[in-house]
């Protein structure tokens, strides 16, 4: 990539928790979080000494005004946030405990990322000088309407030169409520990524066919049906997942180039604490290492997820250093 900020285009989200081990609302206590699938990649990149910035939409007043607050913590740069009418997106998160499944609950509709129109932002002036725009599958999902916000965003870098960046991070109970067959809509999406996030099951959904997900020559093959499928594409970077309990999973990281793979070993995620947001860190170790290779950039992305098990809130606070330290199987012992 040329030098520059990585620009993350997205939802800035109000997440409430319940109390770990108990269902919504079973006591008065919700933990309050500020989170979004690009907002963590904005905030995991800048932990890394990696400059990034957050386009999006939010509403004015003192909930607005602390959402910028808690990405400017962490150093991401908010100069091209618009304040507009509207309110807040939130999500409710009830999260696993043993065999039960963690749950999130959407209530998104009205917020004034949904209502502002793609003629509202400044394409030119938020892509000026840009190394990356990075965005997701979520805008889309959001309405009829959305994928013309996605679609702008895009196509404003296509003619800027910028690569994208394009995650998956498909969004069933989203996409349930006004549309039966996003696959159209995502494809388009896909066919300007340069970088796609997508598992053998998202490329599956996109192309119709079926891929054996559980082994990694299926993984392989459904790769290069992508590839072949969309010869914008340059990387298509997953993680494979399985799941015991909400306390215990099993992980490994890809990375696929039309040539080449890179498959890293499998970690065991015992302990977890919070999974939500893990993803948003894999993507954005990746876009951070992706220079140095796609072996690095898989090894690398998947340590800042596993690392992000660990830790309340999507938010990453992972610094550059932590992430080198870490080593699979490591004890956990205290660093003196």
């Known amino acids: 990539m040329t030098p520059g900020p990585i620009l993350c285009f997205g939802e800035l989200l109000l997440r409430l928790s319940a109390v770990p081990g108990e269902s919504l609302f079973q006591s008065e206590r919700l933990d309050a979080r500020f989170v979004g699938a690009e907002a963590n990649v904005a905030v995991a990149l800048t932990r890394l000494g990696v400059p990034s910035a957050l ?30 009418p509207g309110r807040m997106g939130l999500f409710y998160l009830m999260p696993g405990s043993g065999l039960r499944a963690p749950a999130i609950s959407y209530d998104r509709a009205g917020s004034s990322f949904a209502i502002t129109p793609a003629e509202r932002y400044d394409w030119a002036a938020a892509l000026e000088g840009v190394a990356m725009l990075h965005l997701s599958g979520i805008i889309p999902a959001l309405s009829p309407d959305a994928p013309k916000l996605s679609l702008a965003a895009m196509e404003a870098a296509k003619a800027a030169g910028i690569p994208i960046s394009f995650d998956g991070n498909f969004r069933a109970t989203l996409w349930e409520s006004w549309c039966d067959n996003p696959a159209p809509i995502l494809a388009r999406h896909v066919e300007m990524a340069d970088l796609f996030f997508g598992s053998a099951r998202d490329i599956a959904m996109l192309l119709g066919q079926s891929f054996d997900a559980q082994d990694a020559d299926g993984r392989r093959a459904a790769a290069e049906a992508a590839f072949a499928r969309f010869p914008n594409l340059r990387h298509i970077a997953s993680t494979h997942r399985v799941v015991t309990h909400a306390g215990l999973h099993h992980l490994c990281a890809r990375l696929d180039t039309p040539d080449d793979s890179f ?65 699979p199987g490591q004890t956990g012992d205290v660093r003196r």
């Open 263 to 327: 498959e890293t070993q499998v970690i065991e995620v015992a302990g977890i604490v919070d999974r939500i947001g893990t993803g948003d860190a894999f993507a954005a170790g990746v876009i951070a290492h992706i220079d140095a290779g796609i072996a690095t950039a898989a090894e690398r992305g998947l340590a800042l997820s596993v690392l992000n098990h660990f830790v309340h809130g999507d938010f990453s606070p992972i610094s550059a250093e932590e992430l080198a330290a870490f080593r």
């Open 55 to 84: 386009l999006t939409a939010l509403p004015p007043g003192a909930v607005g005004d602390a959402a910028l607050d808690a990405l400017r913590r962490p150093g991401v740069d908010v100069r091209h946030v618009q304040r507009q």
